[in-house]
Nanobody, 123 residues
Framework: QVQLVESGGGSVQAGGSLRLSCAASGRGFSGSVMGWFRQTPGKEREFVAAVSRSGTNTYYADSVKGRFTISRENAKNSVYLQMNSLKPDDTAVYYC????????????????WGQGTQVTVSS
């Protein structure tokens, strides 16, 4: 079991930055691929970024590539999402998730989810 709690969301103007954090507890964090997803009302949950178990490898959705950076600190059971050059289209609830099995961009493959944190970007 992995419990996940996100923090760091808020409201920011376009062009600004936010850093999301996800604190994990329970067994399995260091053995999990960690991902960030986002969702807006009426839309499916969308993949944003993923980081490998060691933190060496990362993968991003095209829509955030070059603006967002995912990282993790296994010693602190934490994963982060640094978001720069934010746009109004980035407005969503952001979720942290853990995948015990493999490297994947599909939300259905992730085993554990946080409760989400709201990010609002105004123009």
């Amino acid at each position: 079991q992995v419990q996940l709690v996100e923090s760091g969301g808020g409201s920011v103007q376009a062009g600004g930055s936010l850093r999301l954090s996800c604190a994990a507890s329970g067994r399995g964090f260091s053995g999990s691929v960690m991902g960030w997803f986002r969702q807006t009302p009426g839309k499916e949950r969308e993949f944003v970024a993923a980081v490998s178990r060691s933190g060496t490898n990362t993968y991003y959705a095209d829509s955030v590539k070059g603006r967002f950076t995912i990282s993790r600190e296994n010693a602190k059971n934490s994963v982060y999402l640094q978001m720069n050059s934010l746009k109004p289209d980035d407005t969503a609830v952001y979720y942290c998730a853990a995948d015990l099995k493999g490297w994947n961009v599909y939300s259905t493959s992730y085993n554990y989810w946080g409760q989400g944190t709201q990010v609002t970007v105004s123009s």
